[in-house]
């Protein structure tokens, strides 16, 4: 069997070859180590022997002490899949989903711990915030403490307990939060890859925002970039060599090239087993896949990112458009909103491309899958807007739409690391455009603002 796999690798080598190449986390094994610097680095760490962790209660923790304190446990359940991936609510794209549904991925059940550990039939897969937990189990507060030195930030602050069986997996996402998550009983997979790395995220508008539409972690190169074709870096040249370090951080996803041809390298990425009593620090918006190598209780603590500050600061500025406008007016003057904003906040990257990127990465995946409802009538009334809008451009007054993108950018480049702040214009430009059409219209108002 072995030997048959190698044969057909040698005779097609390319769709053998693995879509990701990892390397070891650098492993921290001081016991007590400044965490605000390490986390000022925005790289992954491993915490090998972190004193407190070492004094806790909880690290003596057995699976059958955890199931004396917490029998009953409300978790999340697959009977389809072991591959567990978030879908919120009240997205924009909801309603027009072909295929996904809220309670695909939403069903909630009791369930005794027992059986969450040892039903390999059913996937089951718990969490909660230790606050909802300390009526049931008092004591758990003391059992994991002192932590305070584990929270990076001081808004947002959350501590959760995390229960699950071999074999489960939490699909490939990023967080806005600083994360640093401590193994308590048996071993986690990490699969980690920087907030450059062009893995398809689904649009910021669907249930499953922030997390990736194929897996790099399982699937072949050649297959996984089917899928999820990459094109050139924006901003970031990563021949470069007289950058800083963080902004190397950034080229450890896949190279840039200056050809205009799609991008077939590996993605360069990390990986780590977590065993119990170590922890692992890991910087927001990186992307991450968690596998529960063996059963498995984990705590962690999340804080915020200071981008996650700064986004919602961006979304409290007022627009330049007004809602009497016509169709094609209102296209013509958001594109001159976004194109100033794009030059202004990404260092003179082309608004083109952005959008290019934008629908390369986020829509086209899910279009060609035919997972999004298509309104015919829709697209024929914005074609006709879209072809209208450069003889609205002329009627347009620009210097109050220049004046508000250059408000916003300002307000973007408070956030250093140039791939997350990528991200989250790409993320801005997707709302203005849903805002001006519909939610299910953006990537055709995106190729509009393409085109003209």
């Known amino acids: ?75 999340y359940m697959q009977t389809n899949s072991p591959r567990f991936r978030t879908f919120h609510d009240n997205k924009e794209l909801e309603p027009y989903l072909t295929k996904d549904r809220w309670s695909d991925f939403n069903t909630k059940v ?17 969490s909660s915030d ?38 489960i997996q939490t699909a490939m996402h990023y967080d806005a939060s600083y994360n640093v998550f401590v193994q308590l009983h048996g071993c986690k997979r990490f699969t980690l890859l920087p907030p450059a790395s062009q893995v398809c995220s689904y649009p910021c508008l669907h249930p499953s925002i922030a997390h990736t539409q194929a897996d790099p972690e399982t699937l072949p190169l050649v297959q996984f970039r089917q899928q999820c074709p990459a094109l050139p870096r924006l901003s970031v040249d990563c021949t470069e060599t007289n950058f ?46 968690v596998t529960t190598v063996n059963d498995s209780v984990s705590f962690n603590v999340w804080s915020d990112a200071e981008e996650y500050l700064t986004i919602h600061e961006i979304y409290e500025l007022p627009l330049p458009l007004e809602a009497s ?13 976004l194109q100033t904003l794009t030059v202004e906040a990404l260092d003179h990257t082309p608004f083109d491309h ?32 879209c072809r209208a809008m450069d003889v609205e451009a002329a009627s347009l007054t620009n210097a109050p739409i220049d004046k508000a993108s250059r408000a916003a950018a300002e307000v973007f480049r408070e956030v250093t690391l140039i791939a997350i702040r990528e991200q989250l214009l790409g993320n801005y430009v997707e709302r203005v455009a849903a805002l001006i059409s519909d939610a299910v219209l953006v990537p055709q108002v995106l190729e509009c603002l393409l085109r003209h």
């Not at 169709?327 to 013509?332: E, F, G």
């Not at 986020?362 to 279009?367: G, N, T």
Request: include cysteine.
């Open 1 to 75: 069997m072995v030997a048959a796999w190698i044969l057909m690798c040698l005779a097609m080598l390319s769709p053998c070859l693995r879509s990701l190449e990892l390397q070891p986390i650098p492993v921290i094994n001081d016991g007590n180590p400044s965490l605000a610097e390490l986390a000022s680095h925005r790289q992954p760490y491993v915490l090998s022997s972190l004193d407190l962790v070492k004094g806790w209660s909880a690290s003596n923790w057995s699976l059958q002490h955890v199931a004396s304190k917490l029998p009953m446990v409300p978790a």
């Open 110 to 126: 009791n369930v005794s711990t027992t059986e969450l550990l040892n039903n390999t039939e059913i996937a089951y897969y718990f």
């Open 130 to 167: 230790i606050d909802k937990l300390m009526p049931y189990w008092p004591e758990l507060l003391d059992d994991i403490s002192p932590h305070q030195a584990l929270v990076i930030t001081s808004t947002g602050v959350q501590r959760n307990l995390w229960l699950g069986r071999t074999g």
């Open 244 to 289: 800083s370090d963080s902004l190397l951080l950034q080229c450890q996803g896949d190279q840039a090239i200056d050809n205009g041809q799609v991008i077939e390298e590996a993605l360069s990425g990390y990986q780590v087993e977590l065993t119990a009593g170590q922890a692992l620090l890991l910087p927001p918006h990186w992307w991450h896949q």
């Open 325 to 337: 406008w016509t169709q094609p007016k209102l296209l013509a003057a958001t594109r001159r909103f």
């Open 354 to 385: 952005l959008l290019k990127h934008v629908l390369n990465q986020r829509w086209q995946p899910l279009l060609q899958r035919n997972e999004l409802v298509t309104d015919p009538v829709l697209i024929r009334q914005l074609t006709r807007a």
